[in-house]
């Protein structure tokens, strides 16, 4: 009895875990799976982004990063999948928020490694919030502006 009691405690917690988990990852992603796929998208484990070489030393409140990457191959690139990294960071105030957005469209890049990692995206600013969409792979730099006024509508819905 004690067995069969135990044993319905363990698996009511697993169950619980599990919801928690989709629960979890369903408020994480700034753009849900339903629109990514709309946009030719969805939703890639892999980030791109690597806030230690492009932030300019104002550390953000919160942060959340979502890796995105390309349905199909994009035939004109040698077949590969297009991938960027949606974002956003919460700032403590409105001027810090500010030039951040100043900082990711005007990059004072210090050496090359940062040139390549944090040239590659584009934002816009909503109060404290900064939003972006970065990419690492040179190519695929033309899609930023379609994505950036499609990740704006999605997060003026809300």
Known sequence: M?????????????ALMVLLAGVARAESLLVGEAALADWGFRVSE??????????????????????IRSIAPDSALANRYRRFTLAREA?????QAARRLRDIQLPENR??????LCDMRKGFRQGSRVYFVHTDVSAFVSALPGLLEKLEQKVAER
């Not at 982004?49 to 990063?65: L, V, W």
């Not at 700032?91 to 001027?95: C, G, K, L, Q, V």
């Not at 050496?111 to 390549?116: F, L, P, V």
């Open 91 to 95: 700032y403590a105030s409105e001027e």
């Open 111 to 116: 050496n090359s490694k940062q040139e390549k």
């Open 46 to 67: 892999r980030v791109s982004y690597s806030a230690f070489y492009c932030n300019d030393g104002t550390e953000p409140e919160t942060t959340t990063y979502q890796g």
């Open 2 to 14: 004690i067995r069969a009691v135990l044993c319905r405690g363990i698996l009511k917690y697993v």
